[in-house]
């Protein structure tokens, strides 16, 4: 009997009204002349490629971008029926639109997106300042938020997610505080909190030195406030940056995090298929030729080894507040091998994603990996259902919980210094795991 394997699909919509003073994704302003070829490329696209997934059943589709609500409805629908029509897609697939808030008001819009099969809403709210949002280039206000926000009720969107970024300029702890407030009383069944990182190239990044930016200590104390606040109202953590309501984690967020299995399309958009990882050029032009007949270019095409993608899974897993389980993952037997046979190289490898964790989490050099350090400083990874010791020695600032000295376990907490890309497109953007592995997520395409 054929196994169906599930499927993840990405849809990049590179379009936007504005971009964002501290956007690096690929978006394109002003771009609305090309939105008609780029959606018949699209669907091109989809039909051509449809067979290799025959296999497969589609259980979430993910449309991230750019703004693709700013596609418009009847565009958005046009794609979404071909993938219906040329995929296996689950009848209860999770299927998510990113939209910011200036285009996501007319709630007959969205209950004809609805009605199409779009079941959840990933709104950019980003700040409830609007003092806030001008200096970042956003072009909406709290208002438009709250518009849209009602408009989703009012269109029978039962699964709401919003986004939101701390450590803008000028930003206060209480005001943060007050921008998650007010996030928490429109009632959303998710929430995504990035820490604003500033990415060279980016008109932010020219005025960095002098833009009021919150520093690490600063931003800390907003994450951990954060995961306390949310949980008050309901809100669990499942994710280094991602809270939810029960049963109303990002699906498709979630194969990132456990690679899974998904398959994008666009200029930009990465994929992990068939063992492949690969990732296509960020050019709208030469995608659109591409999808009429012409060659595709690809910007990363890589077939990741074993164990390779055994790491990389750890390093993803570890995000998550679940931890790793080998038993629900039966694509990396080898992990388990792994643990069993060769404890000394575990540590090794384990002292190589902390360092990793360490370096990416934001801690500098004189409070990274230092064996000599006494085992008071603490650090823990989930993995196998429970947590395994690590190396000692990892002082990430607000990190906690792993005795060194007398290697008990005592909780997790994974983060404290996490800075994730900002911007509409959710779902961890570009990170880089050894060179190998370059993933998007909630999204555009990974957070």
Known sequence: MKTVRPLGLYIHIPFCKAKCVYCDFYSLPHGEDRMDAYTDALCAHLTEAAPL?????????????????YLGEKRLCKILK????????????????????????????LRALRRCGFNRISLGMQSACDEELRTIGRVHTMEQVQQAAEAARKAKIQNLSLDLIYGLPHQTQERWMENLAAAVAL???????????????????????TAGLPGDEEQADMYLQTVEFLK?????????????????ESRHNLKYWKLQEYAGFGPGAHSDFGGVRYAYEKDLDAYIAAAHGGQFRFSENTVIPPRDRDVEW??????LISGLDPKSKGAFPGICIFIQEDLHMLFNLFHFLISYMCRWFGVQDNAGIDPAVPGVNRTILPICGGPLMTTKGCRAKASVLFDGANHSTQGIYMGSQYKRRAGASQSDKNISFSGTFRSESESSQFR
């Open 53 to 69: 997934a025959a296999s497969h059943t589609v259980d979430t589709v993910y449309f991230g971008g750019g703004t693709p609500s």
């Open 82 to 109: 071909v993938i219906e029509k040329r995929y296996q897609v689950a009848r209860d697939a999770e299927i998510t639109l990113e939209a910011n808030p200036d285009s996501a008001g007319d709630w007959k819009a």
């Open 187 to 209: 009632n959303p069944e998710h929430l995504s909190c990035y820490g604003l990182k500033v990415e060279e190239g980016t008109p932010l990044f020219a005025i960095k030195d």
């Open 232 to 248: 008050q109202y309901g809100y669990e953590q499942y994710e280094i940056s991602n809270f939810a309501k029960p049963g109303r």
């Open 314 to 319: 750890v390093m993803l897993g570890a995000r």
